[in-house]
């Protein structure tokens, strides 16, 4: 077992102060750099690792070639140690949550948010592999979010180091398999196009919420790295924009030749997206110009439709059963049509007095300034509609109203229109075919007609960027040659917006003070029970680094203190031993309700309800006073997941003492399950080869064991 450092000063310089995180080949700690004065994390590696030499030489080398790395997306590496009994890695301490936690907590990421890290990520790797060095173990859990939306790589180099461990690929590798290429799963040489496949698997799984290939073995889902085509990401999500399901589709090519052949490549396919969401790519590997049609692949999938519900069965149509169910719904169905006509009347009628019969009293418009008093006055232009009709005149100013039909204290609906005759005369220029046209080209025209141009670009997302919109005085009137005509122009970029903050998984305090320190302030307050701590943030509304109006509200989604309880059933399949033991279950290390009791070892199965609250709850079942079965409960999700089960039920030894060749021997035990087997000479010597006959064994035949219990054989040569 690695030793726990908590509380220890290593070099007389880092002092351990607590364990952070535990991975398959190093533990990692939160320590204090005395000389340098800050927080450090440290990964020592365990124990085991340190007797392969080999093992040793490489760590030293990768660590070295790691410390090069200096990148804003890249975990710093500080210092290094390769001391015969310990050696480790001092890192920068991320104050943040791995990507994993973030995507367990929202399920699914919006596709906005899951290309702005994955655009971090692929900066990362393209450092990483100008340098030489490709990372091997891409995945969330080593990829650390900080509350800006920030994205640090870490782990570094680490997988390059288990290529001298030729051990089977076992449940140990679980964590890292689901995101390995096809090329490692073979035990391939790898180079940078492994990544790419990881990062493809990273993004697969934030836009759908799924792991591409899932199974209970990591044997099994190395297989179908290897031999299956992962569901379409717009079959599981159809929000994901086609655009984006073909560049991570490319991304996770089984062939590496049809992936993108760098980090920096599949970098311009983002950026183009970016540019235009509703791009789509032509690769060269689909068999024609639909881009979403493979070679070698069963077609383009059908959109995915929510399935038919089942029918009830039809009685035969002339039935007494089938009139008497036509003339049952006949009558409501038109009792409700008729009532429907009824109201849809009430209300037209309702709208027609209580609106469009509303009259008012038409204003005098003959002697205003059509453009600076009218056109633009919400109390004319919200009571009346108005067409103007241009009319010469020596005497009075370009745009004053000469006339008007209805005349002004006639009374008329509201929304009527009024007709109004504007003067214009021989220095007038009409403004006209302006709106539409970009700034530049609304600017050139109005100039060669002789005008001075103003331009105020104004933010309106409803607008097409950079387009005229409107203009002052209005398009269609007159306006006195040399005079100045503003237009104003459409922005999409709002000059008030503020960048959201991430606040997920902080206290609801601290995500306040963000809130509030951005300019923004705190909308809506919700509870939801999880088995995170009492007011920590498990949602917000906006997402992070989306813009929105300076002052606008941030609502939260807080976490109770209470973990959702539901309930998980296991099935327990009872050892045949023609006998009765008493059965336990434990949950989370207590002895569960209403156990111990007593069952028939018949080879049956017992089915159990847990009650429990929270995720990666251990519990177990012991039979007398062997464990059956054991893994962990995740109550937290609907329904309940189960994740390292072990079973192992006691089995008889087969009896070979009697003289039988070692390699008999070797075969009915290995055929009855146990593999786990030690022979030894008549002296109690380790010996190898299967010459000689057993003439002793422990356990002795017919002992019932669990199947990884180590069987001794006592050989005479």
Known sequence: MMENYCGKRLDGRYEIREIIGVGGMAVVYKAYDNIDDRIVAIKILKEEFLANEEFRRRFKNEAKAI?????????????????DRLQYIVMEYIEGITLKEYIEQQKVINWKEAVHFVNQILKALQHAHDKGIVHRDIKPQNIMLLQDGTIKVSDFGIARFSRGDTRTMTESAI????????????????????????????MYEMLTGQLPFQSDSAVSVAIMQLQQDAKRPREINPEIPLGLEQITMRAMQKNPKNRYQSASEMLLDLDEFRKNPSIKFDYNYFVDNEPTKFVGGKGTPAPVKNPERAQPEKPEEGSEEEEDKKNNKTLPILFGVLAGVVVLVAIFVGIYFGVAARRVDVPNFVGMNYNDEIANNAEYTDNFTFETTPVYSADAEPGTVLSQDPEAEE??????????????????????????????????????????????????PNAQEGIVYDTYPVEGSYAESGSLVTIYVATNENPDATTVPYVVGYSREVAEQLITSAGLKVGNVTEQ?????????????????????????????????????????????????????????????????????????????????????????????????????????????????????????????????????????????????????????????EISGQSGVVIAQSPVGGTRVVPSTQITLTVRR
Not at 69 to 75: E, F, G, T
Not at 589 to 607: H, K, S, W
Not at 651 to 660: E, F, K, L, Q
Request: glycine share 8%; charged share 20%.
């Open 67 to 83: 410390a090069v790395l200096s990148h804003p997306n890249i975990v710093k590496v500080y210092d290094v140690s390769f001391g």
């Open 175 to 202: 964590g890292s398999v689901h995101y390995i290429s096809p090329e490692q799963a073979r035990g391939e040489i790898t180079d940078d196009k492994a990544d790419i496949y990881s990062v493809g698997v990273v």
């Open 529 to 685: 029970d999880s088995d995170k701590a009492a007011g920590i943030v498990l949602s917000q509304s906006p997402e992070a680094n989306q813009q929105t109006d300076a002052g606008g509200a941030v609502s939260l989604v807080v976490s109770s203190g209470k973990a959702p309880a539901s309930s998980a059933t296991i099935s327990v399949t009872r050892p045949n031993a023609n006998t009765s033991a008493s059965m336990r279950v434990y949950l989370d290390g207590a002895l569960v309700d209403g156990y111990p009791i007593e069952v028939r070892l018949d080879g049956g199965t017992t089915q159990i309800t847990l009650q429990g609250s929270g995720n990666a709850v251990p519990y177990s079942v012991v039979i007398d006073d062997t464990e059956i079965q054991s893994g962990t409960i995740d109550f937290t999700q609907n329904p309940p997941t189960f994740t390292s089960v072990t079973k192992e039920y006691p089995i008889a030894v087969p009896d070979v003492s009697n003289n039988t060749p070692v390699d008999d021997a070797l075969d009915d035990l290995e055929v009855a399950g146990f593999t786990n087997i030690r022979l030894v000479d008549e002296s109690g010597n």
């Open 411 to 460: 009374r008329v609906r509201i929304h009527s229109t009024i007709t109004l005759e504007i003067a214009y005369n021989d220095d007038s220029i009409q403004i006209s075919g302006i709106i539409g046209l970009t700034a530049d080209e609304a600017e050139a025209k109005l100039k060669q007609s002789g005008f001075e141009v103003n331009t105020i670009v104004n933010y309106d």
